[in-house]
């Protein structure tokens, strides 16, 4: 039971964050690329939780290393790509 609740709350919590994320961007573009860079991050996780479902015990562990290294990284490539869209939106303003 607390698997499912925890599940629901965590898809929940990636739904509300995403949906502030492109609803808090300042100008087109950046809206643009947030949408964007969104379906591809919850694309990579649902593969990886598929994954984690599809693949047998010891192969699975081996999942949370490109997991644990590209969404940090991932994450951080967008914030200083946003900050890049965010700058140039505002001197062409």
């Not at 698997?3 to 573009?29: A, H, Q, R």
């Not at 990886?48 to 490109?66: A, E, G």
């Amino acid at each position: 039971m607390g698997g499912v609740v925890g599940g629901i709350v965590g898809v929940l919590g990636g739904v509300i964050g995403t949906y502030f994320s492109i609803k808090n961007t300042k100008g087109p573009l950046e809206k643009q690329f947030m949408v964007r860079a969104s379906i591809l991050i919850w694309m990579a996780i649902t593969l990886f939780l598929v994954l984690m479902f599809l693949l047998p015990y010891p192969q699975r562990l081996w999942l949370w290393l490109p997991y644990g290294i590209f969404l940090p990284l991932s994450i951080t490539r967008i914030n200083k790509r946003l900050d890049e869209i965010r700058s140039s939106e505002s001197n062409d303003g």
